[in-house]
């Protein structure tokens, strides 16, 4: 990574003059920025793989489903075990491709029946929660509306930057 000096340096040196017919890094971040804190810290975490995002998501999104009366902690359980969900998405058994090679044969992965999508069990949520089954099955239900929450705000962004891109 160069230094900060050779880094300012270059950009005091480059232009910043927009082309209608070139679309450039300094657009898209441009456009990225518009998006709501929440989001652009998601697409942060997964798609830039920043680490650094992930904590002040996660408590945007436990302030955004705390509820009168519960305690801050098991809200965060939640919205810790719904994010780390959204992130890990790709079906492990396929690589997210939705196919797997079995001898010289393309066939549909069937972890995933063809989605790509990886799909956690109650099991698997109860020790990431460290809670009992029984706890995490009354849970299901917010889980999937947490789910859906990102999924949306994922969309949001995407149509956010793109409308701002000026590409629709």
């Not at 001898?103 to 990431?128: E, M, P």
């Amino acid at each position: 990574m160069p230094n900060l000096r050779e880094s300012v340096a270059a950009a005091l040196n480059s232009s910043l003059d927009s082309d209608e017919m070139h679309e450039r890094p300094i657009d898209r971040l441009g456009a990225f920025s518009k998006s709501k804190r929440l989001g652009t810290l998601l697409w942060r975490v997964k798609y830039d793989n920043d680490a650094k995002s992930y904590k002040p998501a996660l408590l945007l999104l436990t302030r955004f489903f705390l509820r009168r009366g519960e305690g801050r902690k098991f809200v965060e359980t939640i919205c810790k075990c719904a994010l780390d969900e959204w992130l890990m998405d790709k079906c492990k058994h396929c690589g997210g491709s939705g196919q797997v090679l079995h001898g010289q044969v393309l066939i549909t992965c069937t972890s995933c029946n063809g989605t790509s999508i990886q799909r956690f069990t109650d099991r698997q949520r109860a020790k990431a929660m460290h809670m009992k089954i029984e706890q995490v099955e009354k849970l299901n239900k917010r889980l999937g509306l947490i789910h859906d929450f990102l999924g949306d705000i994922d969309r949001k962004v995407n149509v956010k930057t793109n409308i701002e891109l000026e590409r629709i």
